[in-house]
């Protein structure tokens, strides 16, 4: 079976998602200001250490062979490491994204003692200027602690994750100096306009030029640098980047979100993407191999606007959340479309007037905290 | 290193195989690879391999004909060097 008509049996989807991300929580240290989830505040409604185990329990049983856990940041939840020993034990891998402010000697170690489990640790910036300016004072220097200690704990190969914007495009290189120094494996992703990465993606993405280095340098060091497949819409500009040339929500990868809520990726927590919630009768199986939502997802789907474009094949349009979170139709070119096809459709569009992420669970702004003599928000 | 029809082999302990409309994936849970399996009668052998005591035998009783026997070798192959096989050790 060629490449090809693999991908197009994908697109048909799985029996059970390849890449399932699980947001524990929307509890956040951190407050970055292109947060997919929008995540700050805990939620009253979020699953419970029981219920969590009983979603384990489903993807035990669909064979789901590894998980993406995220947040908010995951180590907030005092069932975190039991919920990990949980899946771990069920023969259900787990890779972490984490901001790693937790993770100091002892979690290192506790860390480094267990098997098939991977770490992820953002950070948008080699240096502090850089990085903090998107995720906070002193996030840099937390990433980097935890580094230190997960390097000193022998852990092996962790991931540092990246999400690309035009501050850091030119620090590509850099980010890999260091991802080497610790052993660790570098993941670079693309900024979607999705929680409140839709407020500032207008000034974070990068530039058209920058695109193309973006794409030059993956062409060099594309087989040793992860990106969950993230930057196929730059596959218009000639040959492909490795990986699987497809949008795969609702077809390979969902989203499970804290409160249960099952979305087609992490890039859509909106209502339209929504699915169904693990609570509901029949559990997450039911939602994956039922939803009307997931099921149209896994139909055709129309080239629109695009269909005459020579690079449909090598882009498919690029990302379905892109579009949504910016305001352009489905079925037309990517906010970020190589060639520009969307610049013009982009320009008409009144800021403001795109679609609002589902949920917003950001603190107040701390500013104003601040300023105030004695803290009244509690 | 390529297999031949007296090789011994069973799959990697450490992966799991869950069966698929096209086929199957795999996966190997030590290098976290994820590995297509491209057809339901690829499937079949990989999974009767252990039963067997070589791959020629698992091929004629998985009903593969001999005019398919090459195809199937330089799959096994591949599956080897992804380690979702390997050689089985004989004991007793």
Redesign the interface.
Known sequence: MSAKSLVEEMKRGLDAPICLTWELTYACNLQCVHCLSSSGQRDDRELSTDEAKKVLDDLRDLQVFYINIGGGEPMVRRDFFELLEYSVGNGIGVKFSTNGAFIDEEKAQRLAAMDYLDIQISLDGVDAATNDAVRGEGSHAMAIRAMDNLKAANFGQFKISVVVTRHNVSQLDEFKALADFYGAQLRITRLRPAGRGADTWHELHPTNAQQREIYDWLLKHGENVLTGDSFFHLNAFGEALPGLNMCGAGRVVCLIDPIGDVYACPFVIHDEFKAGNVRDKGGFAKVWKQSDLFLSLREPQSAGACASCGAFDACQGGCMAAKFFTGLPLDGPDPECVGGDADEALSVIARGSAPKPGMDHSKPITLTRKKLPVSASH | MTIALASVLEIHPQV?V??????A?A?H?GN?R?I?L??PDVVTVVQALHDHPDVQSTLSACGVTQDRWPSFIAALTSLKTSEVVREREITG
């Open positions: 799991a869950r069966p698929e409309a096209f086929g994936l996966y849970y976290r994820l297509f491209k057809h």
